[in-house]
């Protein structure tokens, strides 16, 4: 380990003790409120770290014990690093950590900034930085209390750092005097490209002795001299000096002039400059070639708060050589029209980040501002908030951005619009990420069932604005196609999950009915502690958000819902969930010309995704060669009622919110599932009766092979819905393991029940997967294994890679002995569902059934460490091991399977046999 950030408090010595190699160490604010014996026993702990290079002590509050890591200090000489930041240092303790600077001779970089260490304290910090000058490449002294006093003079030791590069002396009070001292030391240093003299009270004067110290640093990039105005004084003076100043910074790329109240009088000597000609009758002429004017290598200018009126504004436009180049212009708070600023805005079209925020722009002004940034292709973040804009002024200047592809940050909040105004042309920016707009604009019109005191009003992300809305409209769908069971409808979502009642029944139906349980008193507790019993983060079961109507909450909860009870169940090649679901996606359109599946979002928004998805399975629906010429809002519009009115697939998705910059995944996920479960899986496993329900707990149950368990749920399903095709199917699949087919009059009366209900509906549903398997197993149950295959191959001719379909042939086959055609079954099978248990026994008892008893045992033995207790894997191994001549082995499996299922006839059968070859007289 190289490097570590430590934020706890009761491990932390042993912790570091045991990490002798370490390199990097950060403490920040953990020592803070720990007492003196913490800080002692740190302090002893970071003295053996002889590797440590970096140290960070910042936010410690260590007044009074910095003394405690002196010797750390004086151990580590290696170190490179060292910040002792906002750690209220006085003058004695300053001196106390000047006195622990002069043993580190490889330091680089040092921040003692937000302490108290005055001119006396600061003084001996840079006499023990000497021993170090040849190497300190970072020195930050802000906001530590040092003026111009003594004339500065404890600055002259910076003259001797000649790697510096970077030097902050912000927010502190150094005045005219101290700059010229500053200007003056800095004489030497000539590999500076950094300089912060923010807020330092420096009214001009104090900038001469800067003119030669610039000219001796070429590599000067960064110049900070925001807030340095002198209350009572306007900027003329610190404009003329500084325009000296810079005179020599050729190489000056970021310039912080932030309020300084320039004005016209101090912004004109840095624009233009004054020159005397000769012949006196001329006298002095005025050019456009100022210093600032001339600086073609700056990329950022900083002129908030500066009084710039409307003359100023324009005598700016005439730095057209600088203004060409600038990446980042900031002109908040100069109270100028909005005519006077595009004058410069039109030469500067390479910015990436403007703000004119707080002007005097109006609805003329943003007329006129609209075309020169219309053409800043490059723009990629806009502020103009509070300009006093009318609604067709912001229209305006939202209609100009509408094309401008690079935006990411927009800020139009305190103007006079309405949301809906501005969203149409808002939409077209698909790399805009952060909105920030009014309080009082209609978001519950735009949100549809989103209450207003949900929504965060201010840095509102467009994407996410648009991913949001078109997830209340998805999930709202759902919920309410859910509840129409249980005749509930829910008008808003937010308020119908903080019902105790609704949030109970929603998530009854969605996990079909297994949250049939005793209730509490309390509905919602009962909903709760099911929901975190099936593992979904208890995060997003949390009662009081649920109640605040929470935003986050709420629809976090119904995409945990909605994951857990319908995308997870999707299973396809041998996995579950979204991966499931995007394999079968890809598969389902292979072949079908301009359809590429990469993502749940713009992969489907020309909707022939859905197309082919529904054509593959459904040929019969849609014609996929002349839906591909249509546009692709028709498209979307036809495919969703082909699936709404053939299929009963709700109508969950809206082709304008698919249509939109940034469609939400989720709600694409969520109707793709349904497809899936309509094609492949059950058309009800979602939105189901509780008949429906416990049907499908007994298929659970019979593929776990707890066969009266599943008999037990079918019976309770049969009673609640005497039509259930699905429950009375299990029934007798379940009794005809137990029992066979023979000799159970119940199971006759199911399958001829199944028989006469699929005939019936398949008159109104001809296409339905569901009732052609269901009715082919029916046949096969009954013994008819012809009809029974010819049934399932018109479910493969409508689904060829259908589960149910091929395990009813493959079995039938089987029975008919055609073993050929079982195993073509069984591999396509396996190949769709690899870990499918029937497959596996199946294709054991073919391999039984051939003599290849090794074969036999192998496979039962693979199924058996999937499923431990199935009895009729038990029962292949146990007769391939009776005709091997394996008595001991036989009887043991024969033995587990009747355990397994009391009175399982085969196995009894199969037990007596054992006990008649070994002559045990049974």
Known sequence: MCSMKVDYGSELVSMILRLPLLTSLNLSGILRDHGNDLV??????????????????????????????????????????LSFEDNEIGIPEGKVLAGSLMALSSLEVLDVSSNGLC????????????????????????????DGRTKGLYLSPLNRFSALQELDLGTNMLGDKGAAALGRALHGVTSLTSLGLARNFIHGRGLQTFRSAFRRMPKLRRLDLTGNIVYGADGRELGRYLAKALESCHSLQELYLGMNWLGFAGLEPLITEKRTFFLRWLGRARTNTGPLARLKSLRVLRLEENRIGSGAMKLLGNAHGMLIQLHELDLHGNSTDGDAMAVPLSSAVCLTSLRISRNEVGGGGAHALAKPIGEMTNLRTL?????????????????????????????????????????????????????????????????????????????????????????????????????????LKMQDIFKGMANKRSLMELVDVAFSGEARVEMSDDRQESAIEFLRMKGIDPALTD??????????????????????????????????????????????????????????????????????????????????????????????????????????????????????????????????SRLWHVFVGRDSDVGISPAQALANLAEEKFDQDLLEDAMDLAEEAVEKDSGSVDARIIRARARYALVGYHHDARSREDIVQVL?????????????????????????????NIGAIVAATKVLKIEPRNVRALNT?????????????????????????????????LRAAVCLHRGEHTNAITESTRVLKLRPRHAQALLIRAK??????????????????????????????????????????D
């Open 543 to 672: 009662l009081e958000a649920l109640k605040e109507r929470s935003m986050g909450s709420t629809l976090g909860l119904l995409w945990a819902i909605i994951r857990k009870s319908q995308v997870d169940r999707v299973l396809w090649k041998g996995v579950r969930g979204p991966v499931a679901l995007m394999k079968w996606c890809r598969d389902a359109v292979e072949g079908y010309d301009k359809v590429h599946i990469r993502d749940f979002t713009r992969s489907w928004q020309d909707g022939l995704g859905f197309c082919a998805v529904v054509h593959r399975h459904r040929p019969d629906l849609v014609d996929f060669k002349a839906l591909a010429s249509w546009d692709p809002s028709r498209r979307l519009i036809f495919v969703f009622h082909a699936t709404h009115t053939k299929l009963a697939v709700p109508r969950l998705l809206d082709p304008d919110d698919l249509l939109s910059p940034a469609p939400d995944a989720r709600s694409v996920m969520l109707y793709l």
């Open 756 to 784: 006469e209900i699929t005939i019936r509906r398949l008159e109104d549903y001809p296409m339905s997967v569901p009732l052609r398997w269901a009715r082919a197993e029916a046949l096969r149950l009954r013994g008819d």
């Open 809 to 841: 042939r493959a079995k039938a086959s089987h029975m008919m002995g055609e073993l050929h055609g079982t195993l073509s079954d069984l591999d396509l099978l396996m190949e769709v569902d690899p870990r499918n248990v029937h497959a596996h026994v």
């Open 40 to 81: 002692s026993c740190v302090a002893y702990a970071v003295k053996g770290l002889s590797y440590l290079t970096s140290l960070d002590l910042s936010a410690n509050g260590l007044l009074g014990t910095i003394s405690l890591f002196e010797p750390a200090l004086l151990m580590n000489t290696n170190l490179k690093c």
């Open 119 to 146: 001119n006396e304290a600061a003084s001996a910090v840079l006499d023990a930085l000497q021993h170090s000058a040849s190497s300190l490449r970072s020195l930050c002294l802000r906001d530590v209390g040092i």
């Open 880 to 921: 391939a091991n009776l005709d091997r001549g394996d008595f001991t082995q036989a009887l043991a499996d024969a033995e587990e399977a009747i355990k397994n299922i009391p009175g399982y006839i085969e196995a009894l059968v199969t037990r007596a046999e054992v006990h008649r070859e070994r002559g045990d007289g």
């Open 383 to 487: 502020n103009f908030a509070e300009c006093k804009l009318p609604p067709d002024g912001v229209c305006a200047l939202a209609t100009a951005l509408q094309n401008l592809s690079a935006i990411r940050d927009l800020s139009m909040k305190g103007n006079y619009f309405l949301l809906k105004d501005v969203i149409p042309p808002l939409l077209g920016m698909r790399a805009l990420v952060k909105l920030e707009t009014n309080g009082d604009n209609e978001f519950s019109m735009m949100l549809p069932g989103l209450p207003r005191e949900v929504v965060r009003r201010d840095n509102l992300s467009l994407v996410e604005y648009i991913r949001k809305r078109m997830q209340i409209r998805t999930y709202t769908s759902w919920v309410n196609n859910l509840l129409l069971q249980r005749n």
